[in-house]
């Protein structure tokens, strides 16, 4: 099959399943302008299958916006540096159960059968060309190069999103509901330790979330901070750009050999976690934490098959200090100088952190408001995320931040202590999308009810046409 042929076939599908039908959710009119019944934040993965999965539910009146160019959604070709996803390439994930519109569908289309068995893991690029086709092929509505700036909610039961940019088609947009989408980062930030941010000049380091020009660094000798993937995805891609040496600092004596998620993949925890208590929630991703992600074997080998390549074991960073020349780094094997250094700490999650909160998050109640956890398993990484219900909404933590907070829906990063693997990793996606979906598709359903019920109370649309019994033959008991 070519990929005209698989387009004619994805059309053909979701005809098959009346994809398109007609809206029932209600106008909303506003003196100011155009009312969307839902603005998605991000127009990555999750954003994009979010619309999708909307659309499904005959919910048209949406939008989705993304700071980026068109095609740069999400980190595949702007900060991510891995040479394959480490999801394994069998796993369906965004195609809301369609075959056509899976990730091997589109792949066989181009390399055949022969292709797809052959494929190893999908390559990073190929990825984000599927989300790019994925996205034309079902012809989602997305403006690029629109970043919001704030979210103001109103008496009127409407968020006024504040943004700017160049796709930005006014200051303003107005929206019933609103989704954050924004990725990894979208619960919090990306963290530098204040070790290092407060002591040393921004040009020194550069965290692995954002671009880093190789080019300025051949021949020069780096140090990267962290022992997860992404820290060897970054040493590999630094000696392919020509960097003199790279050196991997870890905090273990031994790297993580357990990778808890491909448990979670086969065990039913990722499709059910939203019927475990508070209690084994917290136990569950305080384990996750404890044990992290080890590098996969292959991007573990592409880094240390280079001799320019030095893997420091045991080794945390102690202390940071500028020179002439460069930085120096001083860790309990010893004290080591480098010209450039690479942050692979990852993010820390925390509505206080997101700018475009800050008008409500003082209401955004967090897992440490809701739940005291045993002192075995207490970790204030995980008290900081958002305590949101099982449908990814906000949750207040007062009447006040209520009627503030409602339409607010959270599909990121920051959903994982309560929503599970859900927006924080393709594993999860195809089940909470489902979820997020029909959740809006309620709240937009109880805030129409009057209309839509009195719609059906007076509807008098004559269906049936036929008269019985037919006057000209009708014979009298007594002619019989």
Avoid at 344 to 356: A, D, I
Wanted: proline share 6%.
């Amino acid at each position: 099959m070519s990929l005209e042929a698989l387009n004619e076939q994805v059309k053909k599908d979701l005809s098959y399943l009346n994809f398109g039908g007609p809206e029932w959710v209600q106008p909303f009119h506003h003196p100011e302008g155009q009312v969307y019944d839902v603005v998605i934040i991000g127009g990555g993965q999750s954003g994009l299958s979010a619309a999708f999965a909307l659309k499904r539910e005959r919910i048209y009146n949406i939008l989705v916006i993304d700071e980026n160019p068109k095609g740069y959604e999400g980190p595949w070709e702007t900060y991510a540096r891995m040479v394959t996803l480490r999801t394994p390439k069998d796993l369906t994930s965004i195609d809301l159960g369609i075959p056509s519109l899976t990730f091997r569908a589109w792949w066989e289309a181009q390399k055949g059968v022969e292709g797809w068995k052959k494929l190893d893991k999908i390559p990073r690029g190929e990825w984000m060309n599927y989300l790019r086709w994925y996205r034309e092929i079902l012809n989602l509505p997305v403006a690029n190069e629109v970043k919001l700036k704030l979210i103001e909610p109103s008496e009127e039961g409407i968020h006024y999103l504040h943004i700017d940019g160049p796709g930005a088609p006014s200051g303003k947009l107005l929206a019933r509901k609103v989704i954050s989408a924004t990725g990894m980062q979208g619960g919090g930030e990306w963290y530098v330790p204040p070790f290092i941010s407060e002591k040393l000049p921004k040009h020194h380091y550069t965290h692995t979330s954002e671009p880093i020009d190789f080019a300025t660094l051949k021949d020069k000798k780096i140090a990267i901070l962290g022992g997860g993937a992404s820290a060897f995805d970054n040493a590999h891609t630094a000696l392919t750009e020509g960097v003199g040496e790279v050196h991997v600092f870890v905090r273990r004596k031994e790297l993580p050999r357990i990778n808890p998620i491909r448990q979670m993949e086969v065990s039913g925890i990722i499709e059910h976690y939203h019927t475990l208590s508070d209690l084994e929630k917290y136990t569950a991703i305080s384990h996750f934490f404890k044990f992290n992600q080890p590098p996969t074997n292959d991007t573990f080998n592409r880094a240390t098959s280079w001799s320019e390549f030095e893997l420091h074991l045991g080794s945390p960073w102690l202390d940071v200090a500028e020179t002439e020349d460069g930085v120096l780094v001083t860790t309990p094997q010893g004290t080591y100088s480098f010209d450039h250094l690479i942050i692979s700490t990852g993010l820390v999650t925390n509505p206080s952190l997101r700018p475009e909160l800050r008008l409500i998050e003082k209401h955004i109640a967090r897992w440490s408001d809701k739940f005291s956890a045993p002192e075995n398993i207490a970790n204030p990484l995980v008290d900081a995320h958002p305590y949101l219900s099982p449908n990814f909404s906000f949750m207040s933590r007062d009447d006040q931040g209520k009627e503030r907070l409602y339409g607010l829906f959270v599909f990121n990063y920051s959903t994982l202590i309560s929503c599970g693997l859900s927006a924080s990793a393709l594993s999860g996606i195809r089940f909470a999308l489902p979820k997020l979906a029909l959740a809006i598709s309620d709240q937009l359903f109880q805030d129409d009810k009057e209309q839509i019920l009195n719609r059906f109370l007076t509807y008098d649309h004559e269906e049936f046409v036929g008269e019985w019994p037919k006057k000209e033959s009708v014979t009298s008991v007594k002619e019989a």
